[in-house]
């Protein structure tokens, strides 16, 4: 599959804008249904702003959400950071959880499954979960899965079925890249029906893949979309090509129509569907007098735990900072000796303290080598890789001294420092430092209230942008 030069994007131009929010305007007036996400990393709110994050899933917490004066709300499942049979047994709770308080409340929803851009994840797994208990404890049937990884703030567009990653001026075929040679998630295919066809071991097959073209988005085929959509059956797949914003709201525009008209689908998506779906405005980036309080003192620190190439080169790029800054490396290598990781936290915990007391900056970083094990078990794998993240995000947990702003580099590792290290049980999403990159403000209840938390994606940004923030909160 080639690899597209990044104006070729230029060759599809979005229809009238105006036509377009018109049309995507009064489509979300007929949406009266509350927006459920259940986020398998801390990511996937790197498109809204002013919206709630809850890191739990038991009745009480679900029935906030959609109490809820917004039209959306997130769940944090991290379940990207899960055992495959961990993460069946969490979405079967979610499910029933769910229905349970639909039915109690009297409102109804639309699930949207938030992952990777780069299609990472349990899946199947965690939408074919959904679907069977969902419909195992209510009358609502699916009648199709939707699969949407539009990203433009980090870089992928989805044309001709195939999804890219853009690089440099490059637009490379997912399955081309990194992302695809994951050791727990990845996989071959970048045509989308074919990956669904690859992840589902041929139960789905790519040749009965819905596919909704750029021409019919860019046309504002707003009735022919409908068409296509009411036609699915079976929790048949439906592929949306996208290549902008605009792509996307015409496409919700369609599938309010077709939900209007009785039918019941489900996404798979990355941040883009939430924020149209969800109605949620444009914002302006955050500013440091929106985040660091007049007067602080304290230095911040930075954990990387990705290793993905983009990570490594940002981190390269973090160390020509002109700010006051301790490096740290954290060695994970140890997981395989007795005590090792522990040792190896209390070390640099009590210099990642003493450091931030004097107000300079701390980047605490594993080793740029990563940790695999010799084994094809991906669940082992994954349960090492857990192991390793316990460790690093245990260092924020065991803090004495509250840093002026806490950046975590990578999804798993931004996961467990936000509800582990943390503790927070609720977040407000502020909205985000730089495209793609949110922030959230920690609840009363969390270790350090009131702070500004910035998860930072480890496949997002350009070289500079970890340097740029700290700069920017220093």
Not at 213 to 232: F, N
Not at 310 to 327: I, S
């Amino acid at each position: 599959m080639d690899v597209l030069s990044f104006d070729t994007l230029k060759h599809y131009p979005d229809a009238d804008p105006q036509k377009v929010e018109a049309l995507y305007q009064e489509a979300l007036k007929k949406l009266n249904r509350k927006i459920v996400v259940l986020d398998d990393d801390p990511t996937g709110v790197q498109t809204v702003h002013d919206i709630f994050v809850y890191t739990s899933w038991d009745e009480e917490t679900i029935t906030k959400g959609f109490l809820d004066p917004h039209r959306i709300f997130f769940v944090l499942t991290n379940s990207r950071g899960f055992t495959s049979d961990y993460t069946r047994q969490v979405h079967e709770d979610i499910a029933v959880t769910l229905e349970k308080v639909s039915q109690k409340t009297g409102i109804d929803y639309i699930l949207i499954s938030r992952s990777d851009s780069t299609m990472r994840g349990h899946y199947p797994l965690e939408t074919a979960t959904l679907r069977a208990k969902i419909e195992e404890n209510s009358p609502r049937h699916f009648d199709g899965e939707i699969m949407a990884p539009f990203f433009m703030e980090g870089g992928r567009y989805t044309l001709g079925n195939v999804h890219y990653v853009k690089e440099g001026q490059n637009l490379v075929p997912a399955g081309q890249t990194e992302f695809a040679k994951d050791k727990t998630f990845g996989y071959v295919s970048s045509n989308i029906g074919e990956y669904i066809e690859e992840k589902t071991k041929g139960e789905y097959r790519a040749e009965d893949t819905t596919f909704i073209t750029l021409e019919e988005l860019k046309s504002l085929d707003v009735e022919g979309i409908t068409q296509k959509l009411l036609a699915v059956e079976n929790f048949g797949k439906v592929v949306v090509n996208a290549i902008s914003y605009a792509d996307i709201k015409v496409f919700c525009a369609a599938f309010i129509a077709a939900v209007a008209q009785g039918k019941e689908l489900m996404f798979r998506s990355a941040a883009a569907i939430p924020k149209i779906l969800g109605g949620v405005s444009d914002v302006s980036l955050l500013t440091k007098n929106q985040l660091i309080e007049e007067g602080e003192q304290n230095g911040g620190i930075v954990l990387i735990g990705s290793h993905v190439n983009k990570t490594t080169q940002q981190f390269e790029a973090l160390k020509n900072t002109q700010q006051p800054m301790e490096f740290i490396e954290f060695n994970q290598h140890l997981v395989l000796q007795e005590n090792g990781l522990e040792n190896e936290v209390e070390r640099v915990i009590a210099l990642a303290d003493e450091k931030i007391r004097t107000g300079k900056n701390v980047v605490v970083y594993t080793r740029r080598d990563r940790f695999d094990l010799d084994s094809k078990d991906k669940d082992k794998q994954l349960e090492v890789s857990v192991r390793i993240s316990d460790a690093v995000t245990s260092i924020i947990g065991k803090l004495e001294v509250k840093p002026r702003f806490i950046i975590a580099k990578g999804g798993i590792t931004s996961s467990d420092v936000g509800t582990k290290a943390l503790r927070v049980k609720k977040a407000l999403v502020m909205g985000q430092i730089k495209p793609g990159i949110p922030v959230w403000m920690t609840g009363e209840d969390s270790k350090f209230p009131k702070m500004p938390y910035i998860i930072f994606p480890g496949n997002v940004g350009e070289i500079d942008t970890l340097k740029e923030i700290v700069d920017l909160l220093s």
